[in-house]
């Protein structure tokens, strides 16, 4: 485990392409322990490909990516590392993927009895204790499709914490969500950032990104084009292709 005053995520040079396409280029990029920072840009900039590639849903063909003291190698040559990092980087994504044939409480149960070697007893207290924490313990029984969107995501958002993880990615976790659904995901997000869990997210929800970010990214292209605090970047924004973004996007 890392010192808590070194980055838990490095990438130098980072670059990524899907055949002919260069998705990310040249990517430079620290996180420290703590820290919540949000990504921002169009559909297709490469932000959900930056996040995929710390823990190692996509290779990458070239550059250095450390996660808290792993080293990934490019073409996914790192079997024993990404193993590891697995166990400890949650991530919740745009679709819920529950196991339908399960209840709720074992789905959360499932990954810290098969990876950590948890008995179920501490699982199951582990999971109810969670639920709580996210609002939804009254429905720990039920199967995942007796849930509303915005229960199910609350439910992948328990599993990914049941891991114990020291990094937590979020790929558009709102993205697939009825509007009356997003504020309860982005209430239980919004409680796990004030106790001081490092994430980064990948949202279209700018107001969201305004209020809990320490940081936000804007990608264009597959470069990072700007970062900042989200007051120095929501509201003076220095490149023009970040302000034209940011005008397209607070218009609606």
Same mark, same amino acid.
């Given at each position: 485990?890392?010192?808590?005053?070194?980055?838990?995520?490095?990438?130098?040079?980072?670059?990524?392409?899907?055949?002919?396409?260069?998705?990310?280029?040249?990517?430079?990029?620290?996180?420290?322990?703590?820290?919540?920072?949000?990504?921002?840009?169009?559909?297709?900039?490469?932000?959900?490909?930056?996040?995929?590639?710390?823990?190692?849903?996509?290779?990458?063909?070239?550059?250095?990516?450390?996660?808290?003291?792993?080293?990934?190698?490019?073409?996914?040559?790192?079997?024993?590392?990404?193993?590891?990092?697995?166990?400890?980087?949650?991530?919740?994504?745009?679709?819920?993927?529950?196991?339908?044939?399960?209840?709720?409480?074992?789905?959360?149960?499932?990954?810290?009895?098969?990876?950590?070697?948890?008995?179920?007893?501490?699982?199951?207290?582990?999971?109810?204790?969670?639920?709580?924490?996210?609002?939804?313990?009254?429905?720990?029984?039920?199967?995942?499709?007796?849930?509303?969107?915005?229960?199910?995501?609350?439910?992948?958002?328990?599993?990914?914490?049941?891991?114990? *993880?020291?990094?937590? +990615? !979020? =790929?558009? #976790?709102?993205?697939?969500?009825?509007?009356?659904?997003?504020?309860? $995901? &982005?209430?239980?997000?919004?409680?796990?950032?004030?106790?001081?869990?490092?994430?980064?997210?990948?949202?279209?929800?700018?107001?969201?990104?305004?209020?809990?970010?320490?940081?936000?990214?804007?990608?264009?292209?597959?470069?990072?084009?700007?970062?900042? *605090?989200?007051?120095? +970047? !929501? =509201?003076? #924004?220095?490149?023009?292709?970040?302000?034209?973004?940011?005008?397209? $996007? &607070?218009?609606?």
């Amino acid at each position: 485990m890392n010192d808590s005053t070194q980055p838990i995520v490095t990438m130098q040079k980072l670059n990524k392409h899907f055949g002919s396409l260069h998705v990310l280029k040249d990517i430079n990029l620290e996180i420290v322990p703590g820290e919540v920072v949000v990504v921002i840009g169009a559909s297709g900039s490469g932000k959900s490909t930056l996040i995929r590639c710390i823990n190692g849903l996509e290779e990458f063909q070239s550059g250095n990516l450390t996660v808290d003291g792993h080293d990934l190698m490019p073409f996914g040559k790192s079997t024993k590392a990404l193993q590891k990092i697995r166990t400890e980087v949650g991530m919740v994504f745009q679709q819920f993927n529950l196991f339908p044939h399960l209840s709720v409480l074992d789905n959360i149960t499932l990954a810290p009895m098969k990876v950590r070697g948890w008995n179920r007893e501490d699982a199951e207290e582990t999971a109810m204790r969670l639920l709580e924490r996210v609002g939804i313990a009254d429905q720990a029984k039920k199967s995942p499709t007796q849930l509303s969107g915005g229960q199910q995501q609350r439910v992948a958002l328990a599993r990914a914490l049941a891991m114990e *993880p020291r990094l937590m +990615l !979020f =790929d558009e #976790p709102t993205s697939a969500l009825d509007p009356e659904m997003i504020g309860e $995901v &982005l209430d239980a997000m919004r409680e796990l950032a004030k106790e001081g869990m490092t994430m980064v997210i990948v949202t279209h929800e700018m107001g969201f990104a305004r209020e809990v970010a320490d940081r936000v990214i804007y990608i264009h292209q597959g470069e990072i084009t700007e970062q900042g *605090p989200p007051q120095q +970047l !929501f =509201d003076k #924004p220095q490149h023009e292709r970040t302000q034209s973004f940011l005008a397209r $996007v &607070l218009k609606h």
